[in-house]
């Protein structure tokens, strides 16, 4: 037995008697919680906004990729590198274009799991279009209707306080 742990003897007890830390046990924290609970407003939801350069980097990438896959294409065929310089230069300006107007975002695309910027774009997009398919204010604050209706139960109470007695 070391520092009166385990057993006395590991005779019957069908082990060695050999003690050894148990390294899966993970000691609770102080704070259940990273924030301070009183502050209700820090724990509203709050979309994540995505990186305006990392989309644009994907964008740029993709022209890069079509106007690759274009030249390789074009050298197969065995055109001349004039001529595939200037088609390619031709595509990047078409595609570049058609992306500052916005023709290739559309609204649903399948994205994959890495993608999460691309993601909380397009969220952002359709929470947008859905707010205003529902006609809802942009400054609207969620519960606000019920914080209305509470202020106007305090005021009536109050008036009725305040109303002479007879």
């Known amino acids: 037995m070391s520092d ?3 057993l006395s003897t590991p005779r019957g007890s069908g082990t060695s008697g050999y003690i050894q830390r148990n390294r899966a046990y993970i000691k609770p924290r ?3 919680a990273p924030y301070p609970p009183k502050d209700l407003d820090s724990l509203r939801h709050r979309q994540r906004q995505p990186d305006k350069g990392i989309l644009e980097h994907d964008r740029k990438r993709e022209i890069e990729v079509k106007v690759f896959d274009l030249r390789d294409q074009l050298e197969d065929e065995e055109v001349d590198e004039e001529e595939i310089e200037k088609r390619c230069d031709e ?3 078409k595609l570049t274009s058609e992306m500052h107007k916005g023709k290739n975002s559309g609204p649903r695309r399948n994205f994959k799991e890495h993608q999460v910027h691309e993601m909380a774009d397009a969220k ?3 929470s947008e279009r859905l707010r205003k398919a529902l006609k809802i204010s942009s400054n609207y604050e969620e519960g ?3 914080k209305r209706q509470e202020e106007r139960l305090k005021s009536a109470l109050n008036e009725e306080e305040d109303a002479p007695k007879d």
Do not use: C, F, P, T
Request: cysteine-free.
């Open 91 to 93: 595509l990047r300006e």
């Open 30 to 32: 102080d704070q259940a």
């Open 144 to 146: 606000s209707h019920w």
């Open 4 to 6: 009166n742990v385990g």
């Open 124 to 126: 952002i997009k359709e």
